[in-house]
């Protein structure tokens, strides 16, 4: 099930949404907007509420991804809630790129997992580029059984997160982290203002988990 979906081969595969939209399968993927590049951009600007949720599968809110030599970059001011009952993962926005990724977003995000699968509010995603969040919305991650984490983000040659929002992040038997943030050729670098509640009953729990091959 998928709200609005894109892809472009040859070009710029781009979304721009205001309205409500609610994705609900029961045997599969819950995505509410999912748009693809194959060779150039994808970008997602979206405003309005986002719920996905699904038994069996995985739930996104947002999947914005291009995958050879260009960039995603995606910016939400709505709320989004992704729920996954049934050991699929769960994100609230997902953005990847053979090159850069950049994330802006200012609205309140909820990605949940049941029974066995990870839940991250924020995702980002740079295979030989840089990664950018920006965030000032309040990220909830919860899993049962796998890690939960507020924010991901993952830049080959450089990984940059600016938060100001409160985040939250709960899991049973994973890791909890209020922020991951790697890069292996170049500088993590963090700044926070916001609240960071992070908590594992079986395993660890970290506010602010970053490295970087040169500094963070």
């Known amino acids: 099930a998928i709200g609005i979906y894109a892809l472009n081969v ?3 595969a781009s979304v721009t949404s205001s309205g409500a939209i609610s994705a609900e399968n029961t045997f599969g993927n819950a995505k509410g907007i999912a748009v693809y590049s194959i060779y150039y951009d994808a970008i997602v600007d979206n405003s309005g509420a ?12 947002i999947d914005a991804a291009n995958y050879f030599f260009d960039d995603a970059m995606v910016t939400n001011s709505g709320d989004i809630t992704a729920v996954s009952s049934n050991s699929g993962v769960a994100r609230g926005i997902e ?10 977003n200012s609205g309140a995000v909820s990605a949940t997992s049941y029974s066995g699968g990870s839940a991250q509010a924020i995702r980002s995603v740079s295979t030989y580029g840089y990664g950018v969040v920006e965030n000032s919305g309040d990220l909830s ?20 997160v600016d ?6 992040a709960q899991t049973t038997d994973g890791r909890a982290l209020g922020m991951y943030v790697y890069s292996r050729f170049g500088v ?29």
Do not use: K, L, P
Not at 50 to 61: D, M
Not at 163 to 168: A, V
Not at 191 to 206: F, K, L, Q, R, W
């Open 10 to 12: 040859f070009g710029d």
């Open 50 to 61: 986002i719920s996905a949720q699904t038994t069996n599968g995985a739930a996104i809110g």
């Open 95 to 104: 953005a990847t790129a053979y090159f850069d990724v950049t994330i802006s």
């Open 141 to 160: 991650a919860t899993s049962t059984f796998s890690n939960a984490i507020g924010i991901v983000n993952v830049g080959f040659y450089g990984a940059t």
């Open 163 to 168: 938060n100001s929002g409160d985040i939250s």
């Open 188 to 216: 993590s670098d963090v700044y926070s203002s916001g609240d960071i509640t992070v908590s594992s009953y079986n395993n660890d729990a970290n506010g602010i988990f970053a490295e970087g091959g040169y500094g963070a």
